[in-house]
Structure formats: C-alpha cells, structure tokens
C-alpha cells in the first residue's frame, strides 16, 4: 500500500547540494510493521518525512494508499496529514502549553474538539498507562511517558499509516522495550502500518520488514531478519557488508562528503 | 484555538508583560493627548457658546483685561450703520480680595497650574447701555441658575456687585460658608454687596466679579475717559462678520472679533492641534507596531520545532497564521485596556490638579479607539511573524529541534 518509485531528494546546503536520497524504490504492504535501518545520514528521515508529506521528493512518486503525494494539493496534504498519518518522533515534541490530553487531540484542536474525540482521546491515554496524567503538562512527565502521549497523538486519527522516527533513541533501554510492548499492540488493536526508523536493531522480529538503506539507496530489504546482530551473507550481497550501526563508516558517510 | 493562543501568552509572563508596557505607553500618550484636545474643546466650546455679537478690543491684546481704547469711540460706533446696541466696559484683574493678594491666591489654591484661569476679575460695565443688550452673559447666568438680581439703574456709582457662585465659595466668609447675598466682600480696601450670584458653568467665565463701570474705574484706578472693551450687537443676527469688518476699517488700531470668527479660529486651531496628533498618534502607532513584531517574532522563532509539529498534525499553514496573530491581537487588546485603564487613572489623578481650568475628558468613544486601535496594532504586528511562521516547511521546523 505504500510504493516508492525511483524517489530521489536533493538538499542545498550552502553552495553545493546533498542528494540525501538516490533512486530509492520499496513497498510496504499495508499492516506491516517496516524498520529502515542504515547509518547516520543515509537518508533514514528523509524517506520517513516524505511518506508523511511533510516534505516533497526532487524526482520520483510516492503512492500511499494509492494516493499520489506527490502531485496532491496543499489542501489535501493537510488532509492527509490530519487523518492518515500518524507521527511520532525521537524527541517527543509535545507541546508544552498543552495537558497530555489536549496534546492528544492536537490534530483536531483548529476546527474544535467535539466530545467523541475527548473521549477516545482519553481512552487512547488509559490504553497506554497514562490514564491518571490527561491533566499533566509535559514538564510533569518522564520521557517515557511522553512518548506514551505521542503514540497516542499518532493514533487518535484512527490512521492508515503511524510514522516514528528513532522513537526511543532518547529513552534508556527498559523504557524502550516497553515503547515497543506498546507499539506492537497497538499496531495489532488498530491493524495500522507502521514505519520505524532506527539504528537499535533489538527491537526487530523475524515477521517485520527490514529496508536497509545505504548511500541514499535501498541496500538490502529483507521481510525475515531476526537477529540484529548480523546480516546473512549472500542474499544481497551487494548493501550487507559493514552496515550494522551508526557509528560504522559506511558509503552512507563519504556521501556526506558534500556537506 | 483561542484558549490555546492565550495560554501562549501567558506561559512566557516577562514577555508578555514588556511587550504590554512597550504597547500600552504609545496607547496611554495617545489617550492622554486626546483628552487634553477634548478637555480644551469642551472648556472653550462651552464658553463661546455663550457668547455672541462682537467684541471691541485693542489690536494684538489677547483679551480684554490688556487692552485700552478712548471711551469717545462708543459714540462712534454707535453712529455706524447696523449697529442694534453698543456697551463699553472696563476690565482688570481683582487687587486683593478679603486680603489675599495675587500672589497669595496662586499659592493658596492648591490647584497647581489651575490658578491661572481661577484669577478672579473685575468687570465694569456701562450699565445703561447694558441694560439694551440682548446676548448678555452674566443676567442671563444669573437668571437660569444663579440667585439675587443682575445690577440696574440704582445700582450706578454705587458699591454693589455680582459674583459667581464658584467666586462665594473660594472667598468664603471666616467661618468657612460660602459668600450670601446681601453679604460683603472686600476688593482692595473697600467692602462691596453682593446683590447678586450667577452661574455659567464656564470656569474662564465664572471668574467675573460684575459692577458699575464708574465702581470699576476706581478700583483699577481706570483713567476717566478710557474703556477696555466694547461689546458692540448688530440688528440681524446675520450681520456680525460684515459688522466687524466694517469696524476695523473705520477705526484702525482695533480688533472687532465677532464670536463667529473666534469660533473659527478656534476651529482651526484645533484643527492644527488634531493634525498634530494625528502624527503622534502615527508615531506611536510605528513604535507600538515595532514593538509587536519584535516580541512576536522572538516568540515564534523560539517555537519553530512546535508550528512543525502542528503542520505535522494536520494544522494548515492558515491555521499556524490564524494561531499567530490571535496571539499578537489578544496581546494587543490587553495593552489596550491596559493603557485605558492607566490613562483613566492619570486623568483623574490630572484633574485633581487643574479642576480650575481645563477638564481632560476621556469618554467612553475614546477609550473603544485606544483599545481598537491597540488590537489592529497587535493585530498588524502579528502579521509578518504569522507568515513565517506559517510558511515553514514543516520538515525543517522539526530538522531545526531535533538536530
Ligand atoms: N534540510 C536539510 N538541509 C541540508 N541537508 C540536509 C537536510 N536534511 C537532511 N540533510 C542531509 O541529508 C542527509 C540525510 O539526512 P537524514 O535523512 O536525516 O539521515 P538519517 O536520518 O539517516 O541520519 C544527511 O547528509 C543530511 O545532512
Ligand atoms: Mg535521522
């Protein structure tokens, strides 16, 4: 349901450009639960924001749903975004003028807030433990917690696709696993699709699909990788070489050679 | 929304209240301003309403205390053509009353800058030929609000006068009450009856000590064949402006001003006055506008990574505009009311201090202007803020917090 075709995306950075993507192409049926993976700076969030229409691609098509979002309307991207994309990302970003409740119904805060959605609202919260902290500000929770009240930002448009991108990459270990215990049952409550980025290769089942993304390219996609810890010689040979983690200098680094 | 964009005011408080006082002081000096214009308006609108036909005085004198003419031109005056009534008067300011001198008067009343227009005067007036006038000011005064009779035939050489009943309170006899009538009063070294109190209403009118031109003369030590003024009605009342002109011309060294034509230049003065405002008003506008888009700016830069979050949850760019200057016009309706409020208690607290001249008016119409005014300038202000605000692309508003 989700199909990117030959994408690629150029940044200027001062004078000279950075093609943070080159020619990517995957699909991801819908109901998946997706990792892309590879090193710091391949790309990883470039890809993830242009499947949530926050940004557009330099060249390419990118259908979700069988929605093109690339020649969609401004109006219809605010749409999308609203309804069928749910965020979640690395450094929470709730707002801080907002209780946990109202940061859950931030979405449909402009065109009011009926009393179906504070309810669901609230209920989304109990879901994830947090059922005695909807008045709570940000400042008055832990990390982990506000992660919590981002998933359930991401999930009260009831959407067809939640996007994370490093989503416990500033929690410690514990606190990720039970992130995880989180996003796995609600993924199998809400039937959405799911695209995680990260470079915490635990957090990976045998059933997820895995897309490896090197050099602003898929390197490797695999729907049966189970142990993080390598990559299996010879399926693809081609991305698997030295690409676990992002501290390893990969192609992904010496493409930052225009930066 | 609006519950929204008012806690994002007051969750940065320093801010918000610097950006209040960088607002609400152009508003408060734009409120003062206008309240002095008001104030002036009222106080010389309410006297030249009272007053009609012309006045005779000496060239470049500013009133008629100053000024001398030839009692002899009375007679020629009323040889004129159109001419109904012609009245001469003399003018000057009161010697000490009940022993308090000039002097002592001004430190005495504790109203600062007010005793210049509280600085009683005496006018004597011709009576007879008074007596002929139609538009006069004080019988009049007496007659509607005030008590006692205006002066008559009898009452010519004779120590007998007629004060406003502002007069009778200030000169209060030693026990405190006010001045009654058929009590005296001192000017100079002489008692006076009071057979007479009126009230216009004016305070640059209900300063006027009324008596005998002959009574007058002797106090000011006024020489016998001068006169300060005369107070000249023409047969239809259409007639004032060519009347005065005529006068002129026939009599150089003279100034005949019809109320019409000091109406007029009042008028237009004001106009002036308006004028000058206006700009200040534009100045403090700019200042105000300034200030706004200073502070709005800060903030919203300050919150990049949050409009890309709300883009990221569906927010249009309008709805990151509309968030933006809601915020701007609500810290502008606060700086408003702020700056009527202040400028509300300065008036007050201004009045008490010159309650003997000019009342600084504030009204409910100007205070609607201080606080609409107020809201567009927060509003406008808001504006370019907003729009970068909004024009962020909501990938790089979060690529700004996160890396
Ligand atoms: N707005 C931008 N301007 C310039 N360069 C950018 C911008 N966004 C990303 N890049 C560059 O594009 C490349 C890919 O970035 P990103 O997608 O964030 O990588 P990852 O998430 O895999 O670490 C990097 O070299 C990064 O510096
Ligand atoms: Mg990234």
Redesign the interface.
Known sequence: MIEVVNVWKSYRSGIRWVEALRGINCRIERGRFAFIVGPSGSGK?TLL?LL?A??QPSNGEILVNGQNLVTMS??MQ??????Q?G?I???F?L????SALENVL??F??RGITADQRARAGELLKQVGLEDRLDHHPYQLSGGEQQRVAIA?ALI?QPLLVLA?EPTGELDSKTGDEIYKILRSMQHTYQTTLVIVTHDRRFITPDDLVLEIQDGQVALESGAIADGSSWPNGSKAEGSAGSNGEDSPGRGVSLKAGE | ?GV?AW??LL?RPLRTVLALIGLSVPILGVMGLFSVSNGLRDLVGETLSQIEGVMIIRENVPSPVFSTLPASLADDLRRLPGVRAVAPEVWGIAPNIEGRGMLVRGLLSKKGMGSVFDQPLISGQDIAAHMNLNSAVFPRALKEKGEGRFLTLEDIGKPNIVISRKLARDFADPQGNPRKLGDSLRIADKNYTIVGLYETGSLLLDVVIVMDIETARSVLNFAKDSISSIYVEAKNPGGYDALSATIEKANPGVDARSMNEVKANFGSLMGQVDKLLMMTVSLALIVGIVGIINTMLMSTTERF??F??????????A?IL?LVTLESAFLGLLAGIVGCVLALIGTTIANQFISGGVHLGINPSLLGMGISLSVIMGTLGGLYPAWRAARL????A??I??H
């Open positions: 969030s924001y949530g926050l940004d401004e109006a605010n749409l999308y975004r609203r309804e994309v965020f990302f690395q450094s970003n707002i801080s003028n907002l931030v979405p805060l402009p930002r448009k991108d | 929304m929204f806690r994002n969750t990574v949050e890309g979050v709300l883009r990221t949850n569906g927010w249009s760019e709805n509309t692309v909501p990938m790089e979060i690529r917090g996160s």
